[in-house]
């Protein structure tokens, strides 16, 4: 497993070992030991979800500001552009993101702390995005920043005019969001 620290140090890449002949592959997609290791304290999971979105359809910018979620995330079939945001006020990247293109082929995830919006655009005709979290869904505890904000100036890539339900669309703007301390 090679882990990498990306520009905001406590986003973390996963690549998996992948071991593969003529018959297929396997690979370790979870190991707790080793994430706890890499992340430098305890997670506990409490859910597993699983979302297949359409080509060019955008998905965030979510958290939750009570009852914060860490999330590790990945694509099991397809490709995405996952993006990942500083929301903590006290942090020296707070209001910087990172993008990365997570795919069924290179089976990469991406751990997302609490205290960080999360979003992806599809990439593929279709993709199917499966993560786990650190606490229960609140949908009264949901936030939304939205996808086009011209603050974080995030250059999703694809159509101009991604795709994106009424909730998403109606998202605050980085400078109104609530953010965590």
């Not at 070992?17 to 305890?42: I, K, L, M, N, P």
């Not at 290179?106 to 005709?125: M, R, T, Y």
């Not at 979290?133 to 609140?138: F, S």
């Amino acid at each position: 497993m090679k882990i990498t620290r990306l520009a905001i140090p406590d986003v973390l890449r996963i690549e998996p070992r992948v071991f593969g002949d003529e018959r297929g592959f396997f690979f370790e997609s979870f190991h707790q030991a080793r994430f706890e290791e890499a992340v430098g304290r305890e997670v506990t999971f409490v859910q597993d979800n699983h979302s297949k979105s359409a080509h060019n359809v955008l998905r965030g910018l979510h958290y939750q500001i009570r009852q914060p979620q860490g999330k590790l995330v990945r694509v099991v079939a397809g490709s995405v552009f996952d993006v990942v945001v500083d929301l903590r006020r006290s942090s020296p990247t707070f209001g910087h993101w990172i993008g990365e293109v997570l795919s069924s082929e290179n089976k990469a995830q991406i751990w997302v702390p609490e205290g960080f919006a999360h979003g992806f655009i599809v990439l593929s005709e279709s993709a199917e995005f499966v993560y786990k979290t650190t606490d229960y869904y609140a949908p009264e505890n949901e936030r939304c920043i939205i996808w086009n904000d011209i603050t974080l100036a995030i250059p999703w890539p694809g159509s101009p005019s991604p795709i994106v339900s009424v909730k998403d669309g109606n998202g605050s703007s980085f400078e109104s969001a609530e953010i965590f301390d």
